[in-house]
T-cell receptor, first 113, second 112 residues
Framework: ELKVEQNPLFLSMQEGKNYTIYCNYS?????LYWYRQDPGKSLESLFV?????AVKQEGRLMASLDTKARLSTLHITAAVHDLSATYFC?????????????FGKGTKLSVKP | DADVTQTPRNRITKTGKRIMLECSQT?????MYWYRQDPGLGLRLIYY???????NKGEISDGYSVSRQAQAKFSLSLESAIPNQTALYFC???????????FGPGTRLTVL
């Protein structure tokens, strides 16, 4: 069975702290996507990781991809309240760019003062 | 104006009714998708389309049908709605290159 597993599913952090969200997947995909969803809102693309070893950074978020381990990480540095949201990772069911994405269940992040 | 729009944004209907959700995009993308989101389950793909003549079933297509009327329009129909189709529905688009998907604002559907 094809799976995309995120952990943790819930994360409560204090402002200023660092933490990592993990995304394990069971396909042979060479690319992985991270999305953000604010409460009651749509999904917003954060990162597209296109190859093994890819690393991308935007502000306090950094994402990486290890296709051999079938693992992606989303690292949060010095969290601020504005990062509170649900974060999803997704991979292509057929491993390429077919668009048939499988999503993880999401990690709900809450950053508290 | 928004790149991906969905209508209606909210809909309450009764069991057995036929309902259509519509999606339009101005991004010029060839690929369009329909997902449903249920609390705690993430997003699941219902149907996707690579162009007007190419439509494919996703993970959970039973009970749904789609129509790609034009490159910019992709509609989702529930032929006979049932309560477990109560969910948040998203339309998305992508180009061929990166595969990154751009989501519409969502339609909240309640089936009583």
């Amino acid at each position: 069975e094809l799976k995309v597993e995120q952990n943790p599913l819930f994360l409560s952090m204090q402002e200023g702290k660092n933490y990592t969200i993990y995304c394990n997947y069971s396909t042979t995909s060479d690319r992985l996507y991270w999305y953000r969803q604010d409460p009651g809102k749509s999904l917003e693309s954060l990162f597209v990781l296109l190859s093994n070893g890819a690393v991308k950074q935007e502000g306090r978020l950094m994402a990486s991809l290890d296709t051999k381990a079938r693992l992606s990480t989303l690292h949060i540095t010095a969290a601020v309240h504005d990062l509170s949201a649900t974060y999803f990772c997704a991979v292509d069911r057929y491993g390429g760019s077919q668009g048939n994405l499988i999503f993880g269940k999401g990690t709900k992040l809450s950053v508290k003062p | 104006d928004a790149d991906v729009t969905q209508t209606p944004r909210n809909r309450i209907t009764k069991t057995g009714k036929r309902i259509m959700l519509e999606c339009s995009q101005t991004k010029g993308h060839d690929r369009m998708y329909w997902y449903r989101q249920d609390p705690g389950l993430g997003l699941r793909l219902i149907y996707y389309s690579f162009d007007v003549k190419d439509i494919n079933k996703g993970e959970i297509s039973d009970g749904y049908s789609v129509s790609r009327q034009a490159q910019a329009k992709f509609s989702l129909s529930l032929e006979s709605a049932i309560p477990n189709q109560t969910a948040l529905y998203f339309c998305a688009t992508s180009d061929f290159q990166a595969g990154d998907q751009f989501f519409g604002p969502g339609t909240r559907l309640t089936v009583l």
